[in-house]
């Protein structure tokens, strides 16, 4: 049944109030002394208009920080700002009717955190993971799980499948009004495209009254199109939704709309402050205030006050009466940017919303192109005119002159560039993924080509080590993809050239991408088959990741010397991962192709070798220690830790024994077939509300 955006009683008892905000992205340039603070304020801003607005829970779309390994002064201020506005004597309403056991199966405490005796929580804080705070090293973590473990926030919509997801909705019911709310956290955009292409992505609905709940999903993925897969189109979404809250688009675009083919409407809130300097980042930044009543629901847009004012302009000296033939035509296109960007700060000045936790610097762009004959001014010079105007002055200029970006690529090599993050003429720069840089520096020498290696488990594996730090990344896919390609050979018995073996390895690989991408997300997922000798030394127990800030001191002539860290001679240097460097034992016993292939006497798989001979014979033995990549220390005898479980506490309002239980039906049955339900897939139970 299609359900229509209609007023509802916002003050009734039966009204369910949610406060709706994406991509928040805290710590984004925390160590800029202007900036640092910016993405916290907004937060603050975002966590008081709930308060203020007196929501019964606050929905977030994903993206919460900004970086995958956020600083201890980011979860340090996003801790405190959550317990002092989400914690309190007020009573929440709303009542949890689904399995917690099921919802938030994937936490050590699997039980909403407002029902939680040990907690006094006051507004309830319900968010899926974005692609910048996804989980991932080891135990697949991520920040919201620590959010999560303090009892803080209800991390939901995690599903570590990479075939087929289930999608259980959290059930919640205030006085006459059911909401069903779907969440599922961001997956890489190709592979979830192919999921829902292969109809392996399922959403469970109640199967009694299905039509008395409002159904929202909450889903952080690139919705316009990048790609041929690398983005979800909204036909792919179940037509039962009533709302969708698309988060990661950074554009805001609040304001329901429909794309005239599915019943549902979709909410873009967009991000709370500009990580970029792209023309979406310049419009004003809101969050929603959903209020469901009944079957009836409708978004208010809630302004955000403190967000940095961003000014944008576009500038064609072409279009302009200055003539490039001028002796002195740089200095003349200088001084006629400058009136423009004294223009926008005018503009901006009069523009203030009167927060005085709005900060006063705005950020300014101007994109000068300066085709047909101009000259380019020294962008530092005058960034110099506006460092205590501005709170951009080194990048406030960009450069660009008409003419097609050339990209050196094989043939058929497709390059999906973002069009949320940068400047339309600064792509090869800026937008380019680290996946397709790797491409293009393997097809741009043929010396450069792999022939074991596969170029995207490798530009995967890069792609962890530069976004999330995951300094064992590529070691690992390195590992497995030669322990496969062993495997491989050790089966085919060869006995004459390796080389063209693997060669055909290879091409049997190129034909089973989907197997690929698969493998490729297990290893990176999995815990590292090294173990380290020091895990439990004083880098871990002390040392932090990347995030830590580095210090600084100031010798007797004012002078700063770097004594963090990030000096020279910090730890953590050379090409050892963290936890100290490794022995020469160590790395003798590090896994090379070129060993396998090189002649040994300690190996089972001998290579007889003449020196007056040009051939080799090769004789390989199918043998399970053979199959072994290396002796890891993982099988040294390690201390014995005792370790206390837990118990989970019994919830406040779960005192009574009266049970109900809920019939579960997969958005597949709506055809009105009468299958014997499952009971262990379809039955959920639930204790009762008083």
Known sequence: MERKEKSSQDESPDTIKILVATDIHLGYMEKDPIRGNDSLTTFEEILRLAKQNNVDLILLGGDLFHDNKPSRKTIHGAMTLLRKFCMGDKPVEIEFISDQSVNFGHTPFPCVNYEDPNLNISIPVFSIHGNHDDPTGLGTLC???????????????????????EISPLLMQKGKTKLALYGLGAIKD???????????????????????????????QNRSKHGETNYIPEQFLDDFLDLVIWGHEHECRITPTSNGVNKFLVSQPGSSIATSLSEGETKDKHVGLLLIHGTEWKIKRLKLETVRQFKMQDIVLADTSLNPQDADIAKKAEAFCLEKVESLLREAGNERTGN?????????????????????????????HFVDTVANPKDMVFFHRRRELHLESKPGMKFEFSEQYCDKMDLALNSTSVEDMVKMFISKDKAYQLILLTEKGLGEAVKEFVDKDEKDAIEEIVKYQIKKAKEYLCKRNVTDDITEEILKFRDERKSKDQEEDLEISKVLSQKPKRARKDDFAEDDMMASDDDDDESSSVSANGHHTRTGEGSKLGRGTGRSSRGGRRSNKDRQNTTDIREFTKSSKKKRSTFGHNDD??????????DDEDLNLQKTRSSLKKP?????????????????????GIMWQSDDDDDGDDDTFNPTKKFRSFKTFH
């Not at 920040?143 to 997801?165: C, H, P, R, T, V």
């Not at 992505?201 to 889903?219: G, H």
């Not at 001979?613 to 199918?622: L, P, W, Y």
């Open 143 to 165: 920040s919201l799980d620590l959010l999560s473990a303090s009892g803080l926030l209800n991390y939901f919509g995690k599903y570590s499948s990479l075939e087929k997801i």
């Open 190 to 220: 190709e592979r979830l495209h192919h999921m829902f292409r292969n109809k392996n992505i399922t959403m469970l609905r109640p199967r009694e009254n299905k039509d008395d709940w409002v159904n929202v999903f909450v889903i952080h």
């Open 356 to 384: 005085v936790s709005q900060p006063d610097k705005p950020l300014i762009r101007i994109r000068v192109d300066y085709s047909d004959g101009f000259e380019p001014f020294n962008k530092h010079r005058f960034s110099q």
């Open 613 to 622: 001979d040009e051939e080799e014979e090769v004789t390989i033995e199918s």
């Open 640 to 660: 014995k830790v005792t370790q206390r479980k837990i118990a989970a506490s019994p919830a406040r309002s779960h005192s009574h024994n009266t049970k109900k």
